[in-house]
């Protein structure tokens, strides 16, 4: 009798094990330390920049569920959704890029005022559009003169008023929450990623359902829930782009909370300072 050999898995579900398996450890490790710095008295930047982790670590947790196999919520059905984890990705980066450039860089304190008040002015009007939207009109007045208020504000602050006149024109409009771009903060970080716009292009166009998303579905052997190596490695691509974002995210934190540093273990402080490898450095 012959025996049948068993099916090796292929290299991009050996690098999908891998990959997963280091997220789920940095998430596990950055929940722990979310979890450790509550009611704590901080500053204000150490206490924005714990909401912004707590957020990067949900949604982190969200993306640990959608990946089949893993290791903290097991499933008896595995539904390889390559879409759904590029979207929570690219909200992973947006989240950290937030963190840093309100919580983390070093500026100026009239700096940081000016992205504070921008911020204020962005959610302000933002949710002046949602009201108008549902035809809530009675509140409108009242967002309108919070948001003249802060125009007023931003214009004697004295790193605002260093933008040219244009620029602050567009400030004050407050459909932008940044004056830097994504480029231009991942510059700032220093991470020496060059192909940001590339990547968070492609994870957009899994989010927005453009064309690109559904294409070729058929040809390309992906979206459709089953598992392929085509799948694997858009999973895989997106997977391994967060995971540095979440490990610095947890660094930095833990900067802002020396305390919470020192109940560490020496595991978990290895695991903080491992340098992450990718499965194909590897082979």
């Known amino acids: 009798m012959i025996s049948e050999k068993p099916i090796m898995p292929s290299l991009e579900k050996l690098a999908y094990d891998y990959a997963r398996k280091a997220f789920e450890d940095q998430v596990q490790l950055a929940a722990l330390v979310s979890g450790s710095i509550h009611h704590q008295p901080v500053d204000d ?10 957020k990067l670590c949900v949604t982190s947790v969200s993306m640990i569920q959608l990946l089949p196999g893993n290791g903290i919520f097991p499933s008896a059905f595995n539904n390889w959704d390559a879409a759904s984890i590029s979207t929570l990705s690219r909200n992973l980066i947006e989240n950290y890029h937030a963190f840093f450039y309100l919580t983390i860089e070093k500026v100026s304190t009239e700096e940081w005022a000016c992205r504070v008040q921008l911020f204020n002015l962005h959610d302000c009007l ?4 949602i009201f108008s939207d549902f035809k809530i009109e009675e509140d409108l007045p009242k967002f309108e003169q919070q948001a003249n208020e802060l125009r007023n504000v931003l214009k004697q602050n004295s790193f605002f008023l260093n933008f040219t006149g244009g620029e602050q024109k567009n400030m004050l409009k407050g459909e932008h929450a940044f004056y830097l771009n994504r480029e231009a903060i991942e510059h700032r970080m220093g991470t020496g990623r060059s192909d940001l716009k590339a990547v968070y292009r492609l994870l957009s166009i899994q989010t927005h359902t453009l064309p690109m998303s559904f294409y070729r579905t058929i040809e390309q052997r992906r979206g459709t ?7 694997l490695h858009y999973i895989n691509l997106a997977i391994n782009y967060v995971i540095p974002y979440l490990q610095l995210a947890t660094r930095q934190l833990l900067e802002l909370y020396p305390s919470v540093k020192q109940q560490l273990n020496r595991q978990q402080m290895d ?3 491992k340098d992450f490898i990718h499965f194909d450095d590897l082979n």
């Open 45 to 54: 930047r150490a206490f924005w920049a714990s909401v912004l982790f707590s």
């Open 271 to 273: 695991l903080l300072n």
């Open 126 to 129: 933002t949710r002046k559009k």
């Open 225 to 231: 829930g089953v598992e392929t190596d085509t799948e």
